[in-house]
């Protein structure tokens, strides 16, 4: 975490710089269908990420030696776009952190999707993030879990996150780039509400143990809020098959 | 591996009764042992052995330019080698997405306990100390993550600071005298980690290779100073329960101790 | 009548029931993609097609082999057409209705009664909509076929193949039944919708 002397003070008055409590999130918007070639594609937009995810498949395995006789293979990818900063600009490409993300991002999935009703199959989920503000990992997956549902992936739940951080000794949620960098903890995880499990869950900082514990309660309550958002921008893409138009 | 498959189903059925294969108790370890300084010419190093499992970390220190974002701090990072010596899947090459998220586990745990001061690793002529901890898997059999963050812990803990003479020219790198140490590097925090691995809804500790196989998951936590986590990363695709994170944060807890009398 | 959308972990059944596009967990039944309940039905309303027993696609020869022929059927599984099936050769890229005969446990088809469509045009559709190109008992395929005069197949793959007539009107048509495919009295609106534009053209 981030011990630089250019800290900036990220609490006052017991608010957060840009006036949010503790448990408040960024604006939230994801947008369904985004794209016409891929499978099942969905946009979102957190505080100023943008992500863009696109799915595609199952469709057959490549390369072929790799194929599963029981189940679909899950391909992941997380990656930001060189510009997506507001730093300098980036190196194309995954480097170790994307591939460490793409990574956990994929056990997401191998849980969450129904792998064993496509086996010899792939399927592919592509996260670009095209802006960056702290929180892009949760921001992706939960695009991502969007993507299958528009793909018609079969899944066991819409799966989302937030990311839990501790700045200025406070803990709260959904970090921008500031409290990411300056605070003193930072723990980014992806649940299904439906099973109370997390299937994503990383951490660094220091923090004992009431405070994992708090944590913990602080992301469950946190993706109640986001699965709400999920649920809009499903229904606003599928609710026009069901009512009558005329 | 086709045997693997075979083994695999052995080792649920015998979790679903309760029992490993090598008969140990779910958070039982092998017989774990460190050597500390094996090697002469890296200013640190250690293996740690859990069992058949080998794991080497190297310390080397250097002189660098400090980040531009951070010049008041040395630089610190961790790196891992699956080395084709260690397992017959292991394959020369870049690092892939398991040696990648090892080296980032340890690494973070590490980072976070800022247990190397490195403030400290400043030098009176503005360059700054870097700390490159390498870990090399010799032997795989299982549980990396913990015998490497050992190993890496180990080996921190034995680093000399070569002595260091500033160059006559402005801002041009200095020189070591690597024979001559000017102390060891300072360690304000020891860090252990503790990895799970799921199987059949058990959690078990310290697993082989052959368990990591059966396993649906594991959930590696790093511990500091015997209370803290530092660190924590999921693994697989197994989900974990709120109650179920915070029992296995204090089995961690409660196994530190046996891990931090080999540093 | 109540129509009404399911996301996936919505619970569908208090108990373990056979739906499409659902799983059983624990006893209980939940949405597995985005569907329509409607009284104990679901619909879903999107997702790839797999082949099953006795469909009809359309497929594109995809590879020609010693055996005979692998047959790409817009889904993530191939049907597999024997030589000792057919008499007739085919080439790469030859459009063919199929029958599917066969569906293995890895989902691999085995296709026969191979009829080679030529000189017509492909629209793809999402499968899950297929029935409501038909109609019942066909009678969304027959306004469709009385309108436009064309010679329409539709492959339960989301494959239709149009030849002659007014394809163009057809195929408008298609996509406007697929947009309004979960509506009621869409039989009626796509006969007034056709008379009306057929009449544009004449």
């Not at chain 1, 995880?189 to 990383?202: H, K, P």
């Not at chain 2, 250690?46 to 220190?61: M, P, Q, R, S």
């Not at chain 3, 409501?132 to 469709?144: D, E, F, K, T």
């Amino acid at each position: 975490m981030g011990s630089s002397a250019n800290k900036p003070q990220l609490i006052v008055d017991g608010k957060r710089i840009s006036g949010r409590g503790p448990m408040d999130l960024r604006n939230l918007k994801i947008t369904a269908g985004v794209l016409k070639k891929a499978n099942g594609s969905a946009m979102i937009e957190w505080g100023n990420n943008r992500v863009l995810a696109a799915v595609y498949g199952p469709r057959e395995v490549f390369p072929k030696h790799t194929t599963d006789p029981r189940k679909a293979l899950i391909h992941a990818r997380y990656v930001m776009a060189p510009f997506s900063s507001a730093e300098e600009h980036g190196r194309s490409g995954p480097n170790r952190r994307s591939i460490e993300i793409s990574k956990v991002a994929k056990h997401v999935f191998e849980n969450n999707v129904l792998v064993n009703q496509f086996p010899k199959t792939m399927i592919n989920i592509d996260m670009e993030v095209l802006q960056s503000d702290g929180g892009t990992r949760v921001a992706a997956i939960t695009a991502a879990s969007v993507a299958l549902v528009d793909a018609g992936i079969p899944v066991r739940d819409l799966v989302q996150g937030v990311s839990i951080g501790k700045v200025d000794g406070m803990q709260v949620a959904d970090l921008d780039k500031n409290e990411d960098n300056y605070g003193e903890s930072d723990m980014p995880a992806i649940v299904s509400l439906r099973t109370g499990e997390i299937l994503l869950y990383q951490m660094d900082g220091k923090l004992t143990r009431p405070e994992v514990d708090n944590a913990l309660s602080m992301i469950f309550e946190g993706a109640k809020k986001v699965r709400e958002k999920q649920v809009e921008a499903l229904r606003a893409k599928y609710e026009t098959d069901v009512a009558p138009q005329e | 591996m086709i045997l693997d498959e075979v083994k695999e189903v052995y080792i649920k059925d015998l979790m679903k009764k309760g029992q490993r294969a090598d008969g140990r108790g779910a958070m039982d370890y092998r017989p774990i042992r460190v050597e500390k300084n094996v090697f002469s010419n890296c200013e640190g190093s250690a293996i740690a052995y859990f069992g058949d499992t080998k794991v080497l970390a190297g310390v080397k220190i250097d002189v660098a330019e400090p980040f531009s974002d951070r010049p008041d701090e040395g630089i610190f990072m961790v790196n891992a080698e699956f080395t084709p010596a260690a397992h017959p899947e292991f394959e020369a090459g870049p690092p892939n997405e398991k040696s990648i998220e090892l080296a980032r586990v340890v690494d973070r745990g590490i980072r976070a306990a800022n247990s190397i001061d490195v403030k400290s690793l400043v030098l009176p002529d503005g360059k700054v100390l870097g700390v490159f901890v390498d870990v090399y898997v010799l032997d795989h059999s299982g549980n990396l993550t913990d015998a490497a963050a050992l190993a890496a812990m180990a080996a921190l803990k034995n680093t000399r600071i070569p002595k260091y003479e500033p160059s006559a020219k402005q801002g041009a790198k200095g020189t070591f005298v690597r024979e001559e140490s000017a102390g060891n590097l300072a360690i304000k925090s020891d860090v252990i980690t503790c990895s799970f691995e799921k199987i059949e809804g058990t959690n078990i500790l310290d697993a082989t290779d052959e368990e990591e196989i059966a396993s649906d998951g594991r959930l590696t936590i790093a511990v500091a100073d015997g209370q803290y986590m530092v660190a924590s990363q999921k693994s697989g695709r197994a989900g974990f329960k709120q109650q179920e994170l915070m029992s296995l944060f204090d089995a961690a807890v409660a196994k530190y101790g046996e891990l931090a009398k080999y540093f | 009548m109540d129509k009404k959308i399911v996301l996936p972990g919505d619970l569908v059944a208090d108990k373990p029931v056979k739906l499409e596009g659902c799983f059983v967990e624990n006893g209980k039944t939940y949405a597995a993609v985005v569907s329509v309940t409607q009284e104990d039905r679901t619909i879903p309303l999107k997702g790839r097609y797999l082949p099953n027993y006795g469909d009809y696609v359309v497929g594109i020869i995809k590879d020609e082999r010693f055996s005979g022929y692998s047959v790409e059927i817009n889904s993530p599984y191939e049907g597999q057409l024997s030589n000792r099936d057919t008499r007739e050769e085919f080439r790469v890229g030859d459009v063919v209705l199929v029958k599917i005969m066969a569906v293995d446990e890895v989902n691999s088809a085995i296709v026969v009664e191979p009829r080679r469509l030529t000189g017509g045009e492909i629209i793809e559709i999402e499968s899950v909509k297929v029935p409501r190109v038909i109609g019942r008992s066909g009678s969304m395929l027959a306004i469709l076929r009385q309108y436009t005069e064309t010679d329409v197949i539709v492959g339960k793959n989301g494959r239709i193949y149009l030849k002659g007539g007014n394809t163009v009107l057809a195929t408008l048509a298609i996509l406007k039944i697929c947009r309004e495919a979960h509506t009621s009295g869409l039989t009626d609106r796509m006969t007034a919708f056709l008379q009306n534009e057929s009449k544009k053209v004449n």
